[in-house]
């Protein structure tokens, strides 16, 4: 193996297209090293492992910068299951809307958050309760900039748990 690494790292600088020369046929070498299996020899020799690092480095960077820069989580504002428990037994958890309390508590947080944010790009991930619908506008109300906003995603998979009767 070691004498086919030896061949293989030789015909490197031989075989491996000059990206200064200029030549119309650097994508042609290209190919042509590729097809040759002296990449492949390469590879498996380790002559390319410094290469192989770095690109790999470049990946885990490119994947880490897609990544927003904060994620803050709000809960909604007080709703009337918070301040009538009975009303479980006659309107849906997912009916319930936001008391004029809870209205104002997301107006509150709406302006907070307007100077958290500053002119970052904005994705909402809010659930299809109407109480937390209602404080998204509430937040709109506040101040909050709808217009840096990109996407608002309703996910059901964020709402609270139910537990049927037994709440």
């Known amino acids: 193996t070691n004498s086919l690494c030896g061949a293989a790292m030789a015909s490197q600088k031989e075989q491996w297209p000059n990206p200064s020369a200029g030549s119309s046929n650097e994508a042609l070498n290209l190919l042509t090293l590729l097809s040759s299996g002296v990449l492949k020899q390469q590879i498996q ?3 390319l492992d410094d290469a192989i690092e770095a690109l790999e480095k470049r ?3 490119l994947s880490w910068a897609r990544l927003p ?3 803050i989580l709000l809960r909604h504002g007080e709703s009337e299951g ?3 428990h009975s009303i479980y037994s006659v309107k849906g958890d997912s009916l319930l809307e936001l008391t ?4 104002q508590q997301a107006k509150q947080a709406g302006a907070r958050l307007r100077d958290l ?3 970052d790009r904005i994705f909402v991930a809010v659930s299809p309760f109407e109480r937390t619908q209602q404080t998204l506008y509430g937040l709109y109300l506040g101040g909050f900039p709808r217009q840096q906003v990109g996407v608002v ?4 998979r964020i709402r ?3 537990f049927g009767n037994f709440q």
């Open 153 to 156: 995603h309703h996910d059901p």
């Open 82 to 84: 918070n301040v009538d």
């Open 59 to 61: 990946r885990k960077q």
């Open 100 to 103: 004029p309390n809870g209205m």
């Open 160 to 162: 609270e748990q139910e």
């Open 117 to 119: 944010v500053g002119n």
């Open 69 to 71: 820069k904060r994620i």
């Open 45 to 47: 020799c380790g002559a």
